[in-house]
Structures are given as structure tokens and as C-alpha cells.
């Protein structure tokens, strides 16, 4: 039987999160600072622990079936692959910063100045949608330390909060990119391949499903549950069961985190109480 090759991160912001959703999907396998290759115990997968640069080209030659890599690398590299899954991790922006004194005139400030970063081409195609023609400077690390040292003018960096500009001295102008982890696949897997990574998607599904529900019980007077239950939906409907106490019912079901608050408060509003909340592990609708 063929196995499933993965490729994560070894080490780095994309590595924790890789691992644990594989983990909430049921899937073991072992991690190690000198594993470069670990064979799952319970699911017929290979996992390669690779630099996030070189997973978008692996996975299009084949030497890995399916990876996870930041939306910033895989456009970045431009590699052909299929792109199956966003998986609201890792989320960062790339964004284009200038020395903190600088009093930034929009755009154009960059025109024939020269920015250092670790991402021309994302960079080079900003520029050309803003007309704009300035010097693209190539350095795979430690970018922010550019104008600092005369190299740069200006940076284009991922930033996820701002404090790594803020301590160099800089100040962000312009977001060029947004991105969030990926998991991508090799465009001619065999039907057997798919099939398990179809598997895979099914479980992921699952924990994204239940990591943006909530299960809600309250009390409420019989009167009152027309009302309440408009705002809760549930998967196909509310469980409704009658209290010891006559006139009162404790009502079941599943909310959407997005508008939770929103519809605990038309409950509370409706005559609800001792509303429990429990988050929920797996949801498959
Ligand atoms: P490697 O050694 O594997 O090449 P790296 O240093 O290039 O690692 P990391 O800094 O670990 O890369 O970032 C990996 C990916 O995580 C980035 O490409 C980006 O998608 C995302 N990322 C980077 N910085 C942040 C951040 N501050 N917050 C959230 N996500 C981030
Ligand atoms: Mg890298």
C-alpha cells in the first residue's frame, strides 16, 4: 500500500501548528530535533521535516505528496501545485517599512530608492501595479537591519504584529501581502494518494468545523423557546428536553463562534439563563 509522503516545517513559526493539527486529526507520528523523516504509527504517512523554502518545490516534482507552507513562500517561488486547503494559521503580511523619521508620502517615496527583502518577486509585481521603479536588494535574513546599516532604504518583511520593525527603528507604510498557512498537493497524485488525502481533509474539516462552534445549554420558560431558538440553528435542529422545575425547558444546540456574543445576547434578552458554553473536539456534519 502507498503511503502518503507530508512535508512540514522542521523548525519554525510554521512547525508547532503543523504538527498539532495533524495530531487533532488523529495522526501520530514522532518529532525530533535530528528527524529529518518519521513514519506515521496509525495512518499511512511519511512526514519530511524540510525548510518551509523548499517544501512548494518538492511538492511540485513529487518528492513529497502534499505540504504545508505559507501563502507568502508559495507565490513567492511561483511553483506549480494545487493549493487545497487555507488553514488560518501563520498568519502574517508582508509589508513594506521605512525608517521611523521618514515622513512617507505614499507609494512613491519608493521611487528610485532600493528596499531589501526576502521576497522580489512579490515585491517586484507591487511595484509594477504602482507604477513605481526602485532598486530590489536580495537578502535572506535579518532584513530589518538593512537601513540601519546603509544597505536599504526601505524594507519589504513579514510582520505579524509590528514589534521586530519597531525595534530596528521602522515603521510600516504599506501591506503588499496577506498570508496564512497552506497545505498544498503534487498536481498528479494517484488515486490511491488522493483517496488518503482525502481522508486527511475529511479530519481537518472536522476540527476546523468544531474549533469555530460552540455547544450551548440554557434553561428557558416554555414560552420563551420560539424566540430563543431562532437564534440557535444547531446541525439539523435544538434539542428541547422539559426541567424537573414545570414550565421550563433546557435547550441543546451548536452556535457559530462568529456571531456568538451576538445571539447569547438575544437569548439572555428572551428570558434564557444559566447558559453553559462547551467547546467542542470534533464536529462532522
Ligand atoms: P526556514 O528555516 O524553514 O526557512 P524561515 O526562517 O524561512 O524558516 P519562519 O520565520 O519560520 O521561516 O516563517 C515560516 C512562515 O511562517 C513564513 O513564510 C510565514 O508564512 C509565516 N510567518 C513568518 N513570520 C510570522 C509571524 N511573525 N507570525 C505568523 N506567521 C509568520
Ligand atoms: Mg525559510
Not at 103 to 111: A, H, K, L
Request: net charge negative; glycine share 8%.
Amino acid at each position: 500500500m502507498s503511503k502518503l509522503k507530508i512535508a512540514i516545517q522542521k523548525s519554525g513559526r510554521l512547525s508547532d501548528d503543523s504538527i498539532k493539527l495533524f495530531k487533532e486529526c488523529g495522526i501520530k507520528f514522532e518529532v525530533g530535533k535530528s528527524k529529518l523523516k518519521s513514519t506515521s504509527r496509525n495512518f499511512p504517512a511519511d512526514f519530511l521535516f524540510l525548510r518551509d523554502d523548499d517544501i512548494p518545490g518538492y511538492v511540485e516534482d513529487g518528492v513529497a505528496d502534499v505540504g504545508i507552507v505559507g501563502e507568502n513562500v508559495l507565490v513567492e517561488y511561483g511553483k506549480d501545485v494545487d493549493n487545497v486547503k487555507a488553514l488560518g494559521f501563520s498568519k502574517c503580511r508582508l509589508s513594506l517599512a521605512v525608517p521611523r523619521e521618514v515622513d512617507y508620502p505614499g507609494v512613491q517615496y519608493f521611487e528610485g530608492k532600493s528596499i531589501a527583502t526576502s521576497y522580489p518577486n512579490l515585491l517586484q509585481k507591487y511595484l509594477d501595479e504602482n507604477g513605481v521603479k526602485a532598486h530590489i536588494h536580495v537578502i535572506s535574513g535579518s532584513v530589518e537591519i538593512a537601513p540601519g546599516i546603509g544597505l536599504a532604504e526601505g524594507v519589504c518583511d513579514i510582520v505579524s504584529t509590528g514589534g521586530t520593525l519597531l525595534s530596528n527603528g521602522l515603521k510600516e507604510v504599506e501591506t503588499i501581502f496577506r498570508s496564512e498557512a497552506l497545505m498544498v498537493a503534487n498536481k498528479s497524485l494517484s488515486a490511491e494518494k488522493k483517496a488518503l488525502l482525502d481522508r486527511i481533509l475529511f479530519r481537518i474539516d472536522a476540527v476546523q468545523k468544531a474549533q469555530n462552534h460552540k455547544y450551548v445549554l440554557l434553561n428557558a420558560p416554555n414560552e420563551k423557546i420560539d424566540e430563543i431558538i431562532k437564534v440557535m440553528p444547531g446541525m439539523r435542529s435544538p434539542t428541547i428536553t422539559p426541567l424537573a422545575q414545570e414550565g421550563w425547558s433546557s435547550i441543546h444546540s451548536v452556535l457559530k463562534e462568529s456571531d456568538f456574543w451576538e445571539n447569547i445576547e438575544t437569548m439572555r434578552a428572551a428570558g434564557a439563563e444559566g447558559i453553559l458554553v462547551i467547546p467542542i473536539e470534533k464536529m462532522i456534519s
